[in-house]
């Protein structure tokens, strides 16, 4: 499950710091095709580049 979620080595980010935003972290938990959906998600509404997420991990279910 974690290897469908290494970033492509051709991809390159294109998101720069910017001094007036504040840097947060997000944690998104569920499914695997839940968790990929999200990240597509997100990555469509130019909220951050596939490759900027880290690799998922497997934990128990919880919720």
């Known amino acids: 499950?974690?290897?469908?979620?290494?970033p492509?080595?051709?991809?390159?980010s294109?998101?720069?710091p910017n001094p007036e935003r504040e840097p947060v972290?997000?944690?998104?938990?569920?499914?695997?095709?839940g968790i990929t959906n999200?990240?597509?998600?997100?990555y469509a509404h130019h909220?951050?580049?596939i490759s900027e997420w880290s690799p998922s991990s497997a934990c128990a279910?919880?919720?």
């Open 47 to 49: 909220f951050a580049q």
């Open 8 to 12: 492509d080595p051709q991809e390159t």
């Open 38 to 42: 999200i990240i597509h998600s997100l």
């Open 1 to 6: 499950m974690s290897k469908d979620f290494l």
């Open 61 to 63: 279910r919880s919720w």
């Open 14 to 16: 294109t998101t720069s």
């Open 25 to 33: 972290q997000i944690l998104v938990i569920g499914s695997s095709s």
